[in-house]
């Protein structure tokens, strides 16, 4: 897929993963449109990132948690862009505890913001692609839902059902000629980092990562922004975490 001409609608695109994205598909020359809770000067940053690439940038403020927020987000791209050829699912949060600590509310919430978001967006724009028989869905998993994790077991749920909710799109899809992958970052340097001790990140780096580094946003970016443009890649969800799920413990 060629990105000249085309609309990337990125949730959670204010920040982290979800920034380092917008400006790489503008880069390769997709207009842009970011979604975030709030347009703050994160959003505002991320704006002038695209627009300095001669690419339009519309900031659509939405939760994705909330079905018909996702849905106006869609619509909003679609009249002020022209439409939606390319999706990233980049919206989330933490959802920290164990089964008897954490509160049904919150099991909920993940559900809601992780998995419900994406069925609401695609049956937004799966319509919108199906007309022009092109397009590319890329959803945002962790490698926390490839492999179990103490303390964790909402979020390691919730970004389990992403390969599989890839894969069962992608196989639907494949006829109308769009694409559905999907990506699982390991520890990448983000906000959502940031609870990690001193301590916890010396061990990422010495026992836990082959590659003895943390990632950066611009990592996943780049393979995001591979997925797109690959025209013979669907189904697939790829894992970049400096080789931590591929290790014998």
């Known amino acids: ?46 704006k002038e990132k695209v627009t300095s690439l001669q690419r339009r940038c ?16 869609v619509q909003e791209a679609t009249t002020q862009l022209g439409g939606v050829d390319i999706l990233v699912h980049a919206a989330g949060e933490g959802a920290p505890g164990s089964l008897l600590d954490i509160a049904p509310e919150s099991w909920y919430k993940a559900f809601d913001v992780h998995v419900h978001a994406v069925f609401h967006l695609c049956r937004a724009v799966v319509p919108l692609m199906k007309k022009k028989r092109e397009g590319a869905i890329i959803l945002i998993s962790s490698v926390a839902g490839l492999r179990g994790c103490l303390g964790a077991i ?30 699982s970052p390991g520890v990448i340097r983000t906000r959502f980092q940031d609870y990690l001790t001193p301590d916890q990140v010396k061990t990422n780096i010495e026992k836990r990562i082959p590659l003895h580094r943390e990632g950066k946003p611009e990592d996943v970016a780049a393979v995001i922004a591979m997925l797109v443009m ?20």
């Open 1 to 46: 897929m060629r990105l000249d001409g085309k609309v990337s609608l990125i949730t959670g695109g204010t920040k982290g993963i979800g920034a380092a994205t917008a400006v790489e598909l503008a880069r390769l020359g997709s207009d842009i449109v970011i979604n975030g809770r709030q347009i703050d000067e994160q959003a505002n940053s991320v």
């Open 58 to 73: 519309l900031v659509a403020q939405a939760d994705m948690s909330v079905p018909d927020q996702a849905a106006r987000c």
């Open 230 to 249: 690959n025209d013979f890649i669907t189904g697939e969800n790829i894992a970049v975490d400096g080789g931590m799920t591929m290790r014998i413990a």
């Open 154 to 183: 909402t979020y390691g749920v919730v970004k389990g059902a992403l390969p599989q909710f890839a894969r069962s799109l992608a196989r639907e899809l494949a006829d109308d000629n769009i694409r559905v992958n999907c990506v």
